[in-house]
């Protein structure tokens, strides 16, 4: 168990809805990474927030927004989803100092269909 | 050009055997660090071993081991005495510390592991 939690462990939707994925980072890191898998693209990084505010951005697309809150956990929102969007999403976590290693941590994954 | 390599999709190996699972990096910055990531059938990411570049031995956690060559930038994993539970996909990744990508993991497209009993 790493530490990190993700919610819903599966989430199957339509084409065209918005869904919200949830991550809780493990205790005491402040950085959280978001981070898509499916099979064509792979791993690709998404997004990560440190402390409240976005830090870096990756391969997001502008119909994915996300954001962390003041108690450190972080939400993905998809919206418009389309079939393509379908993949194994992960939070990972660090403690964001900067310096390596800061490892990364990641959470089960929420797996998403869209039908 | 792909900054992970990872040139086997498959490999098999007889359980308590050795086996090796290849990775090429190609980045121009000094300061980098390469992880290897294990994921079982059940989906999630764990993290098993980490090299910084500036590191002059290799790493090594338990059976996991880190064969580290720098000038011909390659970081291979040796899993020693394999077990069953080893069967996965197993993933390197690589943080570079400077520019704009200076946070988040590259990774490869991964290794199959068969653990053949």
């Known amino acids: 168990d790493s530490g990190v939690t993700q919610t819903p462990k599966h989430l199957i939707t339509a084409t065209g809805q918005r869904v919200t994925l949830r991550c809780s980072p493990r205790s005491g890191d402040l950085s959280v990474y978001w981070y898509q898998q499916s099979l064509d693209q792979g791993l690709q990084f998404l997004i990560q927030?440190?402390?409240?505010?976005?830090?870096a951005k990756g391969n997001i697309l502008e119909r994915f927004s996300a954001q962390q809150f003041p108690d450190l956990h972080s939400e993905l929102n998809l919206s418009s989803l389309e079939l393509g969007d379908s993949a194994l999403y992960f939070c990972?976590?660090?403690?964001?100092?900067?310096?390596?290693?800061?490892?990364?941590?990641f959470g089960p994954g929420t797996r998403l269909t869209v039908l | 050009a792909q900054k992970i390599t990872q040139t086997q999709p498959g490999m098999f190996v007889q359980e308590k055997e050795a086996v090796t699972l290849d990775c090429t990096y190609d980045t121009s910055d000094q300061s980098y660090g390469l992880f290897w990531y294990k994921q079982p059938s059940s989906g999630e990411m764990i993290f098993l071993i980490y090299q910084g570049s500036y590191d002059e031995q290799n790493a090594t956690e338990g059976r996991y081991s880190l064969n580290f060559q720098k000038a011909r930038k390659s970081a291979n994993l040796v899993i020693s005495a394999s077990q069953l539970g080893d069967s996965a996909m197993y993933f390197c990744a690589m943080r570079e510390v400077s520019g704009a990508g200076s946070y988040q993991l590259t990774f490869g497209k991964g290794t199959k592991l068969s653990v053949i009993p």
């Open positions: 990972a976590s660090s403690t964001g100092q900067g310096a390596l290693p800061d490892t990364q941590y």
């Open positions: 927030y440190y402390n409240g505010e976005e830090r």
